[in-house]
């Protein structure tokens, strides 16, 4: 079985490590994809060493892709394979979404609410108490597929989105964990659902980058 995990540092972090971690023990091949930019030879070449160095950490593979949806890439999938994102930036097509056997999605808040690429920032100048993290299968809308698992995250002592984001991924990756040996054992997946209405103090759907 092979994983693809699509992940952003710093958020995604702990994913990889739990992938990892519990990759080997399952005896999953997990593959790790980071998002690039179309950039110069000397900065790919650049780029490469960082991710090399990040892939040594981690113990598992990376590549790099500037085009998730590009024939080149979507040629690396395989029947069977199974995809997961952890703050990837690229938006999927139906095509790519359909090369997975599985493809599912941690957003770091509670959906429906606080949809978009920086739920945290939101969060956290609307005054919420809490937040979570939101495990989704991924189709052609956005932060909107079927929802497989949350947890609430308190929000106390933090103050930027990135420290929220942290808070979040720890929470996260133990989920990442519990879907991994879902995959493994072919066993039914228990869903958790948590009442977001109840947590959110602003019932805030789609959220772009704040303009200030």
């Known amino acids: 079985m092979r994983v693809h995990l699509f992940f952003r540092p710093p958020y995604g972090l702990a994913y990889a490590r739990a992938a990892s971690d519990e990759g080997h023990a399952l005896g999953i091949e997990i593959v790790g994809v980071l998002s690039e930019r179309r ?21 598992i593979p990376l590549t790099g892709t500037a085009d998730v949806n590009s024939q080149a890439f979507l040629s690396r999938i395989r029947p069977g394979d199974h995809g997961v994102i952890a703050g990837f930036n690229q938006i999927f097509s139906a095509e790519a979404i359909a090369r997975f056997a599985t493809f599912v999605n941690f957003h770091p808040s509670l959906l429906p609410y606080y949809r978009g690429p920086v739920p945290s920032v939101w969060c956290l100048r609307n005054g919420e108490s809490s937040s979570g993290f939101t495990l989704h299968h991924v189709d052609a809308r956005v932060d909107a597929g079927e929802i497989l698992d949350q947890a609430v995250v308190a929000i106390d002592g933090v103050s930027s989105g990135d420290e929220l984001d942290g808070r979040i991924s720890v929470a996260g990756a133990e989920s990442l964990r519990r879907w991994l040996r879902h995959l493994s054992s072919g066993e039914n997946w228990q869903s958790r659902v948590v009442d977001v209405r109840s947590v959110y103090r602003v019932h805030a759907g789609y959220l772009s980058f704040p303009k200030d």
Do not use: D, H, Q, V
């Open 39 to 59: 950039r110069s030879p000397f900065a790919r070449a650049r780029r490469a060493w960082k991710r090399g160095a990040l892939a040594r950490e981690l113990g």
